[in-house]
């Protein structure tokens, strides 16, 4: 499974890519890409326009530019995929 969320002002704009091996977000054009790998999340907390990972040794927190509308189905795909492999998701 994989699905991509992009804005639909710019191709350059915010999008994440979600799949069954990580999820990638771009906050912008100059902005390197965050990866974050699935094997290596204990548990996810989402909150307004970001997502805290709480990895295997470290703690990641990414922020993200986007409408409303996109956020919610952002949080959605994050949160079914992540219950599928057992990791424990907190809302904010």
Known sequence: MALTITSERSKYSPKVKVTDEHIEIRRGFFQKNTIVHWADVKAITLLSYSIIFELTESVQ??????????????????WELAETKGIVVAAG
């Open 61 to 78: 927190k990414v922020e993200y530019h986007t409408s409303s509308s996109i956020s919610k189905e952002i949080k959605e795909v994050i």
